[in-house]
């Protein structure tokens, strides 16, 4: 079975230092999401990429964050400088153009000490 | 503006009991609606969803959903809940696309 694959699966990270994530959505599926999901909280949206283009990125705080999908396929989150308060799950999410139903990957964990 | 409310952060019911999960929508344009369960470290499992079909929706592992418009609800039921049942559980509605979320509602299913 197609899945979202995310990597890596747990990161622990130091204050002030960068650090990237990767996901690989399922194959044929045009639009790519990250997510960050704060502990006890539900998802947020921080990108939304159409292909190779952003859709929305009104939530990324593109002071520290910045993603990218170059060949409109696999895609790579990245902050720098890390913050304590960037502590959280950061989840992939891709779907069907236009299609609503959105599949996840496993997330990354990543813990700022 | 679309938006979500789970009534009830924690839910705790015994072994065999009814599962009953509470969720509001509010969204301006008939909303797609969904269902996610979440184990701990775990990505996020589509339960079921709503795309405008039939209002009584089933899913995966014995859930369903029933779409009510006059009540702007899509509450998550299971008629005997299972020890596998534990995780925590998400409404979520979208126009198109991004997907907003509720805070979750943590099931507990005791022995």
């Known amino acids: 079975e197609a899945e979202v694959a995310q990597s890596p699966r747990y990161k622990i990270t130091e204050k002030s230092q960068a650090v990237a994530f990767w996901c690989d959505p399922i194959s044929g599926h045009a639009t790519l999401y990250w997510y960050r999901q704060i502990l006890g909280q539900g998802p947020e949206l921080l990108v939304q990429?159409?292909?190779?283009?952003?859709?929305?990125d009104s939530q990324l705080p593109k002071d520290r964050f910045s993603a990218e999908r170059l060949k409109g396929v696999d895609s790579t989150l990245k902050i720098q400088p890390a913050e304590l308060g960037d502590s959280a799950m950061y989840l992939c999410?891709?779907?069907?153009?236009?299609?609503?139903?959105?599949?996840f990957g496993q997330g990354t964990r990543l813990t700022v000490v | 503006a679309q938006s979500v409310t789970q009534l009830g952060s924690h839910v705790s019911v015994s072994e065999g009991a009814l599962v009953l999960l509470r969720c509001n929508y509010s969204s301006s344009v008939p909303p797609y609606l969904f269902w996610y369960v979440q184990y701990p470290n775990q990505g996020l499992q589509l339960l079921l969803k709503?795309?405008?079909?039939?209002?009584l929706v089933k899913g995966i592992n014995g859930f369903e959903a029933e779409f009510k418009k006059s009540e702007t609800s899509f509450h998550l039921t299971k008629p005997s809940a299972h020890m596998s049942d534990a995780a925590e559980y998400f409404c979520?509605?979208?126009?198109?696309?991004?997907?907003?979320f509720g805070q979750g509602t943590t099931l507990q299913v005791k022995p």
């Open positions: 709503y795309t405008s079909a039939a209002t």
């Open positions: 990429f159409q292909d190779e283009s952003v859709v929305d």
């Open positions: 999410a891709s779907s069907f153009l236009w299609e609503p139903e959105a599949f």
């Open positions: 979520a509605v979208t126009p198109t696309g991004k997907l907003i």
